[in-house]
């Protein structure tokens, strides 16, 4: 029955050429678009302050990448994982569509003279520093969910204390349930409730 099912949707020869094809345009894509980001970030940031301005294109077109890389082939100990990349996959290339836009924007100038708008300005900084701190806690996260989810399950002392008060918290709830069922009860079953 299995097997009838997966035959259904089995990809014939020319879905795998659509796929490879895919992707080999979403990868000119992200090209594309880390050019774009580079540009936008040298006028950015001046100076030879290249440090920053490869880390930056790394945190909008490079992440974009590993996430839909991670998402498409890496095997998840966790489905909440898989989700977050796959969030993060789609919140990274939006950033880098934004810087793009920007960055177009920033050479349509030198076609057509006139003034920047400040406030472009000021977005494209937003978007690098949105894009720096979303990423930065999303791999923390992400590491540390796996990773966590890839070890034995940890013992502390704290949890001998609530072990030990459990019990006497379930003898006073019991003793408390046997009292108010004698109390609801008229006389005759009290004494049975008593016998017992």
Known sequence: MQEEYQ???????????????GIIVYIMIILAYALQTLGLVSWL????????????????????????????????KLRATKNLVFGMWVI?????????????????VNLIPHTIDTSVTTIAYGV?????IVNIV?????IRMEHAAGQPVQRYLDDMRVKKSLPQARMQLQQTDSVAIAVSTPDTKV????KK
Do not use: H
């Open 7 to 21: 035959e259904e949707f089995r990809q014939t020869g020319g879905g795998k050429w659509i796929q490879i094809i």
């Open 191 to 194: 004494t049975e409730v008593e």
């Open 92 to 108: 990274t290339f939006v950033l880098s569509t934004i810087a793009t836009v920007i960055q177009m924007y920033m050479q349509s």
């Open 128 to 132: 690098i520093i949105a894009a720096f």
């Open 138 to 142: 999303a791999i923390t996260v992400i």
């Open 45 to 76: 940031i001046p100076g030879d302050n290249w440090f920053m301005r490869i880390i930056t294109v790394f945190v909008c077109d490079g992440c974009a990448t590993l996430y839909a890389l991670a998402e498409m082939f890496y095997r998840f």
